[in-house]
């Protein structure tokens, strides 16, 4: 079946500092990729997504890009800041026409605080 | 738009009490989900439904749990009877596939704790 891993957390940084969160998947077919956020208090809300090999999901930013040869899809920001204190869960999409077509299953979630 | 609503926010109840979850889906999304947030086990996957109907139910823990959706604009999640390792946090989220297929739209959650 599906599934996702991330790495261990939680991740503490300093302001202005580079994140990277891991995420490696296994799944059949050609699965999409995701990235959710979850602010403190809140539900998730889609950050970024890629739906094919080597594309590249970018948002508020972030980036991911979709490695099919290392099936990853790693999440990376060039310089964090306070307010990207918040749980981080990858994803991927059931595939078209197969019994979990529709649902999304998420890794484990990452937390992240930063520090000024 | 009004984004998916959840309710109530919080629920406080005594082991063995019945419980309902309700959730109201942003208007037009034909996919509808429920998951279950703990410190322990992550975020879980409870069911979904797809026009109305059950798709896949096999999160659901136990018989004490129940999920309906008599219509598109409303769902429940029942425990019956509660117990206090049922606490946590349960969210709802919709979503569209005429639209972005897999952009799943949370509700701000119910935070249940049974004493």
């Given at each position: 079946?599906?599934?996702v ?19 490696t998947y296994t799944a ?43 099936t ?20 991927l ?24 | ?115």
């Amino acid at each position: 079946g599906n599934s996702v891993t991330q790495m261990e957390g939680p991740v503490t940084l300093s302001e202005e500092a580079f994140l990277t969160i891991n995420c490696t998947y296994t799944a059949t077919g050609y699965p999409s990729l995701f990235w959710y956020v979850q602010y403190p208090g809140e539900g998730l809300q889609l950050l970024l997504k890629a739906t094919k090999a080597d594309d590249k999901g970018s948002n508020k930013g972030f980036e991911a890009t979709y490695r099919k040869e290392t099936t990853s899809f790693h999440l990376e920001k060039g310089s964090v800041q306070v307010s990207d204190s918040a749980v981080y869960f990858c994803a991927l999409s059931g595939n078209a026409g197969g019994t979990s077509y529709g649902k999304l299953t998420f890794g484990q979630g990452t937390i992240l605080t930063v520090h000024p | 738009d009004a984004g998916v609503i959840q309710s109530p926010r919080h629920e406080v109840t005594e082991m063995g009490q019945e419980v309902t979850l309700r959730c109201k889906p942003i208007s037009g999304h034909d996919y509808l989900f429920w998951y279950r947030q703990t410190m322990m086990r992550g975020l879980e996957l409870l069911i979904y439904f797809n026009n109305n109907v059950p798709i896949d139910d096999s999160g659901m823990p136990e018989d004490r749990f129940s999920a309906k959706m008599p219509n598109a604009s409303f769902s429940t999640l029942k425990i019956q009877p509660s117990e206090p390792r049922d606490s946590a946090v349960y969210f709802c989220a919709s979503s569209s596939f005429s639209g972005e297929p897999y952009e799943q739209y949370f509700g701000p959650g119910t935070r249940l704790t049974v004493t």
